[in-house]
Nanobody, 124 residues
Framework: QVQLVESGGRLVQAGGSLRLSCAAS????????MGWFRQAPGKEREFVSG????????HYADSVKGRFTISRNNAKNTVYLQMNSLKPDDTAVYYC?????????????????WGQGTQVTVSS
């Protein structure tokens, strides 16, 4: 069982930066693939970025590629999402997710564990 708690979301101006954190409980965190998703009002939850257990493989949605960076610290049971050059279109609730399977999945239903979400609002 893994419990996830996100933090770091807030109001920021366009062009600014934020770093989201996701703290995980559980001894097996280091073996989990982790993902960040987001959901804007009236839209479906969408994949943002993912990272496999070792950190050796990452993947990004085209909309954030070159602006966002995912990383993890297995010793601290934490995964991060560094977000730079933020745009108003990045406004959403950001969710951290985990799957015990080793592949890097892009769809929400492949992830069995979710955090409660953290709000990111980018003003123009």
């Amino acid at each position: 069982q893994v419990q996830l708690v996100e933090s770091g979301g807030r109001l920021v101006q366009a062009g600014g930066s934020l770093r989201l954190s996701c703290a995980a409980s559980g001894r097996t965190f280091s073996s989990y693939t982790m993902g960040w998703f987001r959901q804007a009002p009236g839209k479906e939850r969408e994949f943002v970025s993912g990272i496999i257990w070792s950190g050796g493989t990452t993947h990004y949605a085209d909309s954030v590629k070159g602006r966002f960076t995912i990383s993890r610290n297995n010793a601290k049971n934490t995964v991060y999402l560094q977000m730079n050059s933020l745009k108003p279109d990045d406004t959403a609730v950001y969710y951290c997710a985990a799957t015990r399977y080793g592949r890097l999945y892009l769809t929400p239903n492949e992830y069995g564990y979710w955090g409660q979400g953290t709000q990111v609002t980018v003003s123009s």
